[in-house]
Every structure is written in structure tokens, then in C-alpha cells.
């Protein structure tokens, strides 16, 4: 599922372009669903947090006015922060679409924001066609990724999550709690997943080191024997048991 959102500081545009994707998304039946559209783009950043993993399309106007960034500082800060979005910058300006190719940000696709869009609460064959072309690049770029990215869905809270395995460093069980910690390169998870549950989907490129933890192999940088801790990416060291240290040894061997 791909998830949409939309960036406008114009009300009645941005009212107006939520409700013809809306329409179009439902149309197309794609497989994607609008998340959220804001004047706001802090809102905007509000509105994905916890779901920095998921696909996510974001259409943009390049022009925001508002105080704390425009258009490009936006579209920079998303691709920082989730790694599978893909930007679509919105402008009325036809000769300021190509500065967006310029601005050294790899950028899926623009719009521009003709009048004609705005005369009909139906999706002109025009806007149509572009945002056809849209969709079909993502799900060109997700199936190839796909080849080497292994996702898997995780719940957290009310949310589902698609994060990709090789972004996770290590799984702990919190103490006292039915919870489990997924710690990635970018982000922490609490989710209600048993810790076998996830092992069992992620095997066999992951590892116990006590009964509480599992680390990915990959990630592991040094393992003292003597001391029984191992160091990932990231600086995190945990303990490895009495009981798993041969075993780590093996798998690290192995691969």
C-alpha cells in the first residue's frame, strides 16, 4: 500500500487537488490511499511519523509560503526521513518545473498546476494520463527493489508498517511489558509481535544472542569473546549469553 500525501499552502487548491486524487486513487483502484494533505508542511511531517517506512507519494508545491521552509527544504527533509517516498512537485510556473531536476534532489515527477484543473470536480484526461505515468514509475521502482529489499509488515499500534529487513539492527523484548523493540537505522518500534514470531520471519539472516535478543549478522561489526559483547553500526553494544556464543561464532563463520 502506497501511502499519499499532499502539500499546498493554498486552501481551496489544496481542498480542491486532495479531492481529484482522492477520486483518482478510487477510480484506478491502485493500490495506495491518501494519508494526509496540509497547508502546514510541520503537519505534514506530523502526520508521517510512524510511517517513515511505508511507500509513500508526496505531491508538493514547489512555492509554499510559510515561515519554516518551501517546497525544495521539504521534499530535502522527506528524503531523509523515509527512505522509500517519492516526490512530485506541484507548480503553476511551467519554466520552474525543470528547476526541480536542478536542485540536486532526485524528484519522480511534476505538475503543473494548470486552470483547467480546477473547473471540474472530475480528474481531466490530461492530469489522467500524468498521474498514470506516476504510478506506473513507482511500481516499476517497488518491483525492482523488491528483488533485494525484503519487506515485511509490522504492527505498530494501530498502524501497519512496511520496513525493510536489512535496515534492522537488532530486536529485544522490553522488560516487564508484551512488547517488543525493532531497532533500525533510522527508527525504533514498539510492536506487540512475540520475538520468535519476528525471527521466524527474518531467519536465516539474523541471530539469538540471549534469549531476549536478536541482532542481524550483517550489522555486526566486532564481538569480544572474552567480554561477550558485540558492537552493531550505530555504536549499540548488547551481551551476548554463555549460552549463544558458540553459536554466533558459527554464523558469523559462515557467512
Same mark, same amino acid.
Given at each position: 500500500?502506497?501511502?499519499?500525501?499532499?502539500?499546498?499552502?493554498?486552501? &481551496?487548491?489544496? %481542498?480542491?487537488?486532495?479531492? /481529484?486524487?482522492?477520486?483518482?486513487?478510487?477510480?484506478?483502484?491502485?493500490?495506495?490511499?491518501?494519508?494526509?494533505?496540509?497547508?502546514?508542511?510541520?503537519?505534514?511531517?506530523?502526520?508521517?511519523?510512524? $510511517?517513515?517506512?511505508?511507500?509513500?507519494?508526496? #505531491?508538493?508545491?514547489?512555492?509554499?509560503?510559510?515561515?519554516?521552509?518551501?517546497?525544495?527544504?521539504?521534499?530535502?527533509?522527506?528524503?531523509?526521513?523515509?527512505?522509500?517516498?517519492?516526490?512530485?512537485?506541484?507548480?503553476?510556473?511551467?519554466?520552474? *518545473?525543470?528547476?526541480?531536476?536542478?536542485?540536486?534532489?532526485?524528484?519522480?515527477?511534476? /505538475?503543473? =498546476?494548470?486552470?483547467?484543473? #480546477?473547473?471540474?470536480?472530475?480528474?481531466?484526461?490530461?492530469? *489522467?494520463?500524468?498521474?498514470?505515468?506516476? #504510478?506506473?514509475?513507482?511500481?516499476?521502482?517497488? +518491483?525492482?527493489?523488491?528483488?533485494? *529489499?525484503?519487506?515485511?509488515?509490522?504492527?505498530?499500534?494501530? =498502524?501497519? !508498517?512496511?520496513?525493510?529487513? *536489512?535496515?534492522?539492527?537488532? /530486536?529485544? +523484548?522490553?522488560?516487564?511489558?508484551?512488547? +517488543?523493540?525493532?531497532?533500525?537505522? $533510522?527508527?525504533?518500534? /514498539?510492536?506487540?509481535?512475540?520475538?520468535?514470531?519476528?525471527?521466524?520471519? &527474518?531467519?536465516?539472516? #539474523?541471530?539469538?544472542?540471549?534469549?531476549?535478543?536478536?541482532?542481524?549478522?550483517?550489522?555486526?561489526?566486532?564481538?569480544?569473546?572474552?567480554?561477550?559483547?558485540?558492537?552493531?553500526?550505530?555504536?549499540?553494544?548488547?551481551?551476548? %549469553?554463555? $549460552?549463544? !556464543?558458540?553459536?554466533?561464532?558459527?554464523?558469523?563463520?559462515?557467512?
Amino acid at each position: 500500500m502506497i501511502d499519499v500525501y499532499l502539500c499546498d499552502d493554498e486552501e &481551496l487548491q489544496l %481542498s480542491h487537488l486532495a479531492k /481529484i486524487i482522492d477520486t483518482y486513487l478510487q477510480a484506478t483502484q491502485k493500490n495506495a490511499h491518501l494519508v494526509s494533505a496540509q497547508q502546514n508542511p510541520e503537519k505534514l511531517l506530523e502526520d508521517l511519523n510512524g $510511517r517513515e517506512q511505508n511507500p509513500s507519494l508526496f #505531491f508538493i508545491d514547489v512555492q509554499l509560503n510559510t515561515p519554516s521552509m518551501d517546497g525544495f527544504m521539504l521534499g530535502q527533509k522527506l528524503k531523509q526521513l523515509a527512505p522509500l517516498c517519492h516526490l512530485v512537485f506541484l507548480t503553476c510556473k511551467g519554466e520552474l *518545473a525543470w528547476q526541480t531536476f536542478e536542485f540536486e534532489l532526485e524528484v519522480l515527477d511534476y /505538475i503543473v =498546476k494548470r486552470t483547467e484543473f #480546477f473547473l471540474s470536480d472530475t480528474v481531466t484526461d490530461s492530469l *489522467a494520463k500524468r498521474l498514470d505515468h506516476i #504510478f506506473e514509475k513507482i511500481e516499476t521502482h517497488l +518491483t525492482y527493489n523488491k528483488v533485494d *529489499a525484503k519487506l515485511i509488515q509490522i504492527e505498530c499500534g494501530s =498502524k501497519l !508498517i512496511d520496513l525493510d529487513a *536489512a535496515s534492522i539492527l537488532f /530486536i529485544q +523484548t522490553v522488560k516487564g511489558r508484551h512488547q +517488543t523493540e525493532i531497532f533500525s537505522s $533510522r527508527q525504533r518500534i /514498539i510492536t506487540r509481535h512475540p520475538l520468535n514470531t519476528l525471527y521466524d520471519m &527474518l531467519s536465516p539472516d #539474523f541471530a539469538y544472542i540471549n534469549k531476549s535478543c536478536i541482532v542481524r549478522l550483517d550489522k555486526i561489526i566486532e564481538v569480544d569473546r572474552k567480554s561477550r559483547f558485540l558492537t552493531l553500526g550505530g555504536g549499540h553494544r548488547l551481551e551476548i %549469553s554463555y $549460552r549463544e !556464543i558458540k553459536n554466533v561464532f558459527n554464523r558469523l563463520s559462515q557467512n
